[in-house]
T-cell receptor, first 116, second 113 residues
Framework: KAGVTQTPRYLIKTRGQQVTLSCSPI?????VSWYQQTPGQGLQFLFE???????NKGNFPGRFSGRQFSNSRSEMNVSTLELGDSALYLC???????????????FGPGTRLLVL | DQQVKQNSPSLSVQEGRISILNCDYT??????FLWYKKYPAEGPTFLIS?????DKNEDGRFTVFLNKSAKHLSLHIVPSQPGDSAVYFC????????????FGTGTRLQVTL
C-alpha cells in the first residue's frame, strides 16, 4: 500500500501570499488530520476531516482552513502568510475518526513551508 | 500553554545502554498516550502507546511507563541501538477529542557507538 503523500514537499512564499498544500491519504483511509511542526512548539493540531466534514479544530486563526474531497484527499490553505507560518506541515491519515485508532494514524513526510 | 512537555530537548546514550525519555502532561482529561519516532525528512511513525488504565506497556525493546498521579510518562529503550537515533515525540489524547493528538516538543536521542 502506498503511504500518505504530500505535495509539494518544499515551498517558498512571501508575506501576504496564500498557499495551498495537498495530502493524499492511504487508500481506504477516510480521516485526515493536519499538524504544524515548529522547533519551539513541536507538533500542533490544526484540524481533522472525515467524510468531507471537519470534526476537530485546533487553536489556529481563521487564516488556516482546510477541506476534504469525496476521494478523501485533503487540502489546507493558509491565507495572508506571516513569517511565523514557516513550518513543516504534516498530514496524517487513519481509517476512521474514532479514538482507539490513533495507532493507525500514519503521517506523511510533510511540506516544508518557508515564508520570506 | 504547553499541555504536554518534554523537558529534555536532547539525550545521548551509548549503544547497549538504556535510554529513558520523559514526558509530563498537565491536562487530567488525557487518557491515552503515544510515543512517536521521527527521522529527518520523514513523518513521525507510531512506536508504542498506553491507556490510562495501565501503568506499563511493553513491546520488544520499548517499554512505556505511566504515572497518572504524577502526570508523567516515560519511554525506556533497552538495549539502545544506533538506529534508534531520532527525535521522539510523546503525544496525548483525551476523551471527546477523538483523534486530536497533543504533542510534546520532542527529544532528540543520539545513540553513540
Amino acid at each position: 500500500k502506498a503511504g500518505v503523500t504530500q505535495t509539494p514537499r518544499y515551498l517558498i512564499k512571501t508575506r501576504g501570499q496564500q498557499v495551498t498544500l495537498s495530502c493524499s491519504p492511504i487508500s481506504g483511509h477516510r480521516s485526515v488530520s493536519w499538524y504544524q511542526q515548529t522547533p519551539g512548539q513541536g507538533l500542533q493540531f490544526l484540524f481533522e476531516y472525515f467524510s468531507e466534514t471537519q470534526r476537530n479544530k485546533g487553536n489556529f486563526p481563521g487564516r488556516f482552513s482546510g477541506r476534504q474531497f469525496s476521494n478523501s484527499r485533503s487540502e489546507m490553505n493558509v491565507s495572508t502568510l506571516e513569517l511565523g507560518d514557516s513550518a513543516l506541515y504534516l498530514c496524517a491519515s487513519s481509517p476512521g475518526p474514532s479514538g482507539g485508532q490513533l495507532e493507525t494514524q500514519y503521517f506523511g513526510p510533510g511540506t516544508r513551508l518557508l515564508v520570506l | 500553554d504547553q499541555q504536554v512537555k518534554q523537558n529534555s530537548p536532547s539525550l545521548s546514550v551509548q549503544e547497549g545502554r538504556i535510554s529513558i525519555l520523559n514526558c509530563d502532561y498537565t491536562n487530567s482529561m488525557f487518557d491515552y498516550f503515544l510515543w512517536y519516532k521521527k527521522y529527518p525528512a520523514e513523518g513521525p511513525t507510531f512506536l508504542i502507546s498506553i491507556s490510562s488504565i495501565k501503568d506499563k506497556n511493553e513491546d520488544g525493546r520499548f517499554t512505556v511507563f505511566l504515572n497518572k498521579s504524577a502526570k508523567h510518562l516515560s519511554l525506556h529503550i533497552v538495549p539502545s541501538q544506533p538506529g534508534d537515533s531520532a527525535v521522539y515525540f510523546c503525544a496525548a489524547s483525551g476523551t471527546g477529542t477523538a483523534s486530536k493528538l497533543t504533542f510534546g516538543t520532542g527529544t532528540r536521542l543520539q545513540v553513540t557507538l
